[in-house]
């Protein structure tokens, strides 16, 4: 049988309601919703070489071409739960040969991208078998369904511009098994998402450990309800074109994840002094301007600058006489709202 292979890109996405929190086989504690980005991309080409026993699960990934086993054992033990729905997982030896769009050391994750891409490859090389399982789902739903149990935010990653992962009574077709694309307004499409490097370190917890505190945290029912209505509210201006509204809530979100870690046992502090100070720095220019730029963080110190293309004029003039000084190495990634995952072969 000649061996099976295919390419695909994905993108990495940014969550503006956050996900923190788990249960069950990767399922959220509350919707997240997020926005797909256009130019921090993995590109994974899976090849699969049939095998003479079906035994154990066997693969080898190469990131730009060299082998790496963290992150091959961490793929390893995602492809032994999906045993349930691909079995024919172990008929094959796996080659696994991805690259990332953005610089290695550059705090970006690649989980959300990386696990997207190798999960459209996978569901494209299922379509090759005759298997009836999530037959009921779209190709869309069932490769997020299956990012998804490598890694949660991996699962809007499929979907392009605007992604809503987890049920939420507002969005109709919406699931806590995989994620969905949502109507969005044209100033959505514009939205810039500048990446300001703080820090090029590996996070100092990983998101496993960090949902896991959750279950502990005090403040956590309390935050799933939260982050439920800020997702109403969120909608609401955007479908009003809100776009002071929108970065409000965008930054309560943020800055509520950092606290949760903040009050969690053990405690993890995310942000470095820099980070303060470039908050301090977009605030005070947004009371100066007025103009919609505010900020998100994931769970570690780089911000991302949100804001729509109509005031980049303003807005990059701004990041490089204010913030870029406060940056690792001067390190910026400029990206945006995208069009999602593509095939390429
Ligand atoms: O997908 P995970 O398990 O790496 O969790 C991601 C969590 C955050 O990035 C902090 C928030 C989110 O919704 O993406």
Same mark, same amino acid.
């Given at each position: 049988?000649t061996?099976?292979?295919?390419?695909?890109?994905?993108?990495?996405?940014?969550?503006? *309601?956050?996900y923190?929190?788990?249960?069950?086989? %990767?399922?959220?504690?509350? !919707?997240?919703?997020?926005f797909t980005?256009e130019?921090?991309?993995?590109i994974?080409?899976?090849?699969?070489?049939?095998?003479y026993?079906?035994?154990?699960?066997?693969?080898?990934?190469?990131?730009?071409?060299?082998?790496? %086993?963290?992150f091959?054992?961490?793929?390893?033990?995602?492809f032994?739960?999906?045993?349930?729905y691909?079995?024919?997982? &172990? $008929?094959?030896?796996?080659?696994?040969e991805?690259?990332?769009?953005?610089?290695?050391?550059?705090?970006?994750?690649?989980?959300?991208?990386?696990?997207?891409?190798?999960?459209l490859?996978?569901?494209?090389?299922?379509?090759?078998?005759?298997?009836?399982?999530?037959?009921?789902?779209?190709?869309?739903?069932?490769?997020?369904f299956?990012? #998804?149990?490598?890694?949660?935010?991996?699962?809007?990653? *499929?979907?392009p511009?605007?992604?809503?992962w987890?049920?939420?009574s507002?969005v109709?077709?919406?699931?806590? $098994?995989? !994620?969905?694309?949502?109507?969005?307004?044209s100033?959505? #499409?514009?939205?810039?998402?500048t990446?300001?490097?703080?820090?090029?370190?590996?996070?100092?917890?990983?998101?496993?450990?960090?949902h896991?505190?959750m279950?502990l945290?005090?403040?956590?029912? !309390? #935050?799933?309800?939260?982050?439920?209505?800020?997702?109403?509210?969120?909608?609401d201006t955007?479908s009003?074109?809100?776009?002071?509204?929108?970065? &409000?809530?965008? $930054?309560?979100?943020?800055?509520?994840?950092?606290? /949760?870690?903040?009050?969690?046992?053990p405690?993890?502090?995310?942000?470095?002094? %820099?980070?303060?100070?470039?908050?301090e720095?977009?605030?005070?220019?947004?009371?100066?301007?007025? /103009?919609?730029?505010?900020?998100? /963080?994931?769970?570690?110190?780089?911000?991302?600058?949100?804001?729509? %293309?109509?005031? $980049?004029?303003?807005?990059?003039?701004?990041i490089?006489?204010?913030?870029?000084s406060?940056?690792?190495?001067?390190?910026?990634l400029?990206?945006?709202?995208?069009k999602g995952?593509?095939?390429l072969?």
């Amino acid at each position: 049988m000649t061996p099976l292979k295919t390419s695909w890109q994905a993108p990495s996405n940014i969550a503006i *309601i956050k996900y923190w929190g788990k249960y069950g086989n %990767q399922l959220p504690r509350n !919707a997240s919703l997020s926005f797909t980005l256009e130019n921090a991309k993995t590109i994974t080409t899976l090849t699969g070489e049939e095998k003479y026993a079906s035994t154990n699960i066997d693969l080898v990934f190469l990131l730009d071409k060299v082998e790496n %086993q963290k992150f091959g054992q961490r793929i390893s033990k995602w492809f032994e739960t999906l045993l349930p729905y691909f079995p024919f997982l &172990k $008929e094959f030896k796996w080659v696994i040969e991805s690259s990332n769009t953005f610089p290695h050391s550059s705090g970006i994750a690649s989980s959300a991208s990386g696990m997207a891409a190798l999960a459209l490859c996978l569901c494209d090389i299922a379509s090759h078998f005759k298997s009836r399982s999530l037959e009921t789902l779209t190709f869309d739903q069932k490769a997020s369904f299956i990012a #998804r149990l490598g890694s949660g935010s991996a699962s809007r990653s *499929i979907i392009p511009f605007l992604s809503v992962w987890g049920k939420h009574s507002e969005v109709l077709s919406s699931s806590d $098994e995989y !994620a969905v694309n949502i109507d969005i307004p044209s100033v959505v #499409r514009t939205y810039r998402d500048t990446i300001l490097i703080v820090s090029p370190d590996e996070k100092s917890v990983s998101s496993s450990v960090g949902h896991g505190l959750m279950d502990l945290n005090p403040f956590s029912t !309390a #935050r799933y309800v939260q982050a439920n209505t800020n997702l109403t509210l969120l909608l609401d201006t955007l479908s009003q074109e809100d776009v002071h509204g929108f970065g &409000k809530i965008a $930054e309560s979100e943020a800055l509520t994840l950092h606290a /949760l870690m903040m009050c969690s046992d053990p405690s993890f502090i995310l942000m470095k002094p %820099q980070t303060l100070k470039i908050i301090e720095k977009i605030r005070l220019f947004r009371n100066e301007t007025n /103009l919609p730029v505010y900020f998100t /963080l994931d769970a570690g110190p780089n911000i991302h600058v949100l804001y729509p %293309q109509t005031v $980049e004029p303003e807005v990059l003039p701004f990041i490089k006489s204010e913030l870029l000084s406060s940056c690792h190495d001067g390190k910026i990634l400029y990206d945006k709202v995208g069009k999602g995952p593509e095939k390429l072969s």
